[in-house]
């Protein structure tokens, strides 16, 4: 398996654009997570889906934050509209749901709000 | 709620020394431990991870970490280390309970390795 795909690796947007990021989990795997990770706040769960239904979006930012899983094998990350305080790494990771399951993470998508 | 604390921002280490990573939880209920590495401008890839049995887990590359309940301490070590260690450490924890696989992170520790 290729992992998991995150697009684009750099996005580089004007601030009130509208942003979306795209991620591909590993085949057969039931949850995924969006993860922030910034300089002041280090890493952040921002929501997770299981079964592409979402579970928790209590750590998303803000109104302007939406994320989608259309079906098992696609997720969106949408911000609209983008601010330069958005600025960070957006990861996403996916799993098999269990106990003390390994999340396997994306390389990243490295958000630039000018 | 569980919390994690990585004790130190940065480790320089030289090449072929030993290296030791400090993280601390806390926790009212059981927990799961892992730790992962970001390597530069990549992402996170697990290390290894401590669920039950032997307090001592060992990981890839030659990393172990031992999990101590009293003190609350999930440590990581390596005994000689290599430029390409060079990366980012996080410690990371999860709820024994909690199917859903949600981590909680501590900053992260960055080890940089010289010759």
């Known amino acids: 398996d290729a992992g998991v795909i995150q697009s684009p690796r750099h996005e580089v947007t004007e601030m009130g654009q509208e942003v979306t990021l795209r991620c591909k989990p590993i085949?057969?795997?039931?949850?995924l997570f969006w993860y922030r990770q910034t300089m002041m706040r280090g890493l952040e769960l921002l929501i997770y889906?299981?079964?592409?239904?979402?579970?928790?979006d209590s750590g998303m930012p803000e109104d302007r934050f939406s994320a989608k899983m259309p079906n098992a094998s696609f997720s969106t990350l949408k911000i609209q509209p983008s601010e330069p305080r958005d600025s960070a790494v957006y990861f996403c990771a996916s799993s098999l749901r269990g106990e003390g399951t390994e999340a396997f993470f994306g390389q990243g998508t490295r958000l630039t709000v000018v | 709620a569980q919390s994690v604390t990585q004790l130190d921002s940065q480790v320089p280490v030289f090449e072929e020394a030993p290296v030791e990573l400090r993280c601390n939880y806390s926790?009212?209920?059981?927990?799961?431990l892992f730790w992962y590495v970001q390597y530069p401008n990549q992402g996170l890839q697990l290390l290894l991870k401590y669920l039950s049995g032997s307090t001592l887990v060992k990981g890839i590359n030659g990393f172990e970490a031992e999990f101590n309940k009293s003190q609350t301490s999930f440590h990581l070590r390596k005994p000689s280390v290599h430029i390409s260690d060079t990366a980012e450490y996080f410690c990371?924890?999860?709820?024994?309970?909690?199917?859903?696989?949600?981590?909680?992170f501590g900053a992260g520790t960055q080890v940089v390795v010289t010759p």
């Open positions: 990371a924890v999860t709820v024994t309970t909690d199917s859903w696989g949600k981590l909680q």
């Open positions: 889906f299981n079964n592409n239904v979402p579970i928790d």
């Open positions: 926790s009212s209920v059981s927990v799961y």
């Open positions: 085949s057969g795997h039931n949850s």
